[in-house]
Every structure is written in structure tokens, then in C-alpha cells.
């Protein structure tokens, strides 16, 4: 299939990295079909929105920079993407790059997991305070980040 992308133009993508999001990404939970691809730079990934081009972020795997990561959520929650208790998910977070050149952050408050079987997905958010929506990569990675 192709999708128009946000940092790349048109592409074609595998059906099988299409992801649909029941309920959306906050703050953008009208749009629910993405895709998933590597992005230039390992680790990174991005979801684009298959629906509006402008719509894309960059995800890490948290557990990358921060081997201490939990991101307890609700058994109702994961059901909603066909997780059962038990099941392994993966688990992304949500990266920010200012174009002014600042920190490199990523959002461990609100990971997105994605059931990979049934290509579903959703956004969390956590009530644990340890985790904020702005986690310096670079720092966490030289353990100055604490």
C-alpha cells in the first residue's frame, strides 16, 4: 500500500505494518490507522498516520535508556487491544527533537503499546510519578538523568 509521509513523501508500505489504534493517540483520537517503519537512525521508529500525512512521531524502545521502566497498566485497558493477562506487549514511548537544538526527550508517562499479533494499539497514561512526559535521552543513557 502506499501512504504519504510526514519525513519521507509517498512510500509503500507492507499491509502488515499497519497498525490501528481503537481510540486513537491523545490528542489526536480522531486518527486511528498508522503504520510502523524504521526510522533513518536506529533505534528510533516512526508512526505515521495513514489518515493525515502531517501526523507522525518518533518512538524508542524505552527500555533502551531506562532498564528500570514500568509501565503498569490496567488488564481492561490491554483488552481493549486483545492483551491478556499474561501476553507480552512491546512498548514504545513518544520521542520530541526541538529543532532548536535542546535535549532529545522522550515520554515514559504516556508509552504506546502495541499488540503485534493483532496489529492494535494504544497510548497510556501512568500514574506513577517516577515517570514524566519529558526524559532526557542522552542523559539517561550517561546516568546524569536522575
Same mark, same amino acid.
Given at each position: 500500500?502506499?501512504? #504519504?509521509?510526514?519525513?519521507?513523501?509517498?512510500?509503500?508500505?507492507? %499491509?502488515?505494518?499497519?497498525?490501528?489504534?481503537?481510540?486513537?493517540?491523545?490528542?489526536?483520537? &480522531?486518527?486511528?490507522?498508522?503504520?510502523?517503519?524504521?526510522? %533513518?537512525?536506529?533505534?528510533?521508529?516512526?508512526?505515521?498516520?495513514?489518515?493525515?500525512?502531517?501526523?507522525?512521531?518518533?518512538?524508542? &524502545?524505552?527500555?533502551?535508556?531506562?532498564?528500570?521502566? %514500568?509501565?503498569?497498566?490496567?488488564?481492561?485497558?490491554?483488552? &481493549?487491544?486483545?492483551?491478556?493477562?499474561?501476553?507480552?506487549?512491546?512498548?514504545?514511548?513518544?520521542?520530541?527533537?526541538?529543532?532548536?537544538?535542546?535535549?532529545?526527550?522522550?515520554?515514559?508517562?504516556?508509552?504506546?503499546?502495541?499488540?503485534?499479533? #493483532?496489529?492494535?494499539?494504544?497510548?497510556?497514561?501512568?500514574?506513577?510519578?517516577?515517570?514524566?512526559?519529558?526524559?532526557?535521552?542522552?542523559?539517561?543513557?550517561?546516568?546524569? &538523568?536522575?
Amino acid at each position: 500500500m502506499k501512504v #504519504d509521509t510526514k519525513a519521507f513523501g509517498v512510500i509503500e508500505v507492507d %499491509e502488515k505494518d499497519k497498525i490501528i489504534f481503537p481510540r486513537g493517540l491523545f490528542g489526536f483520537e &480522531d486518527y486511528k490507522d498508522y503504520i510502523m517503519f524504521n526510522a %533513518e537512525h536506529e533505534p528510533f521508529v516512526w508512526l505515521q498516520s495513514t489518515e493525515e500525512m502531517e501526523i507522525a512521531f518518533i518512538l524508542i &524502545d524505552p527500555f533502551l535508556f531506562r532498564k528500570d521502566y %514500568e509501565a503498569n497498566i490496567n488488564d481492561e485497558e490491554l483488552a &481493549d487491544i486483545g492483551i491478556k493477562p499474561g501476553d507480552k506487549a512491546v512498548i514504545y514511548v513518544i520521542v520530541t527533537i526541538p529543532q532548536d537544538g535542546g535535549a532529545m526527550t522522550a515520554n515514559l508517562q504516556g508509552p504506546v503499546i502495541i499488540n503485534k499479533d #493483532d496489529r492494535k494499539g494504544m497510548q497510556a497514561i501512568l500514574s506513577d510519578v517516577k515517570w514524566k512526559t519529558k526524559h532526557d535521552i542522552i542523559a539517561e543513557l550517561n546516568g546524569t &538523568d536522575k
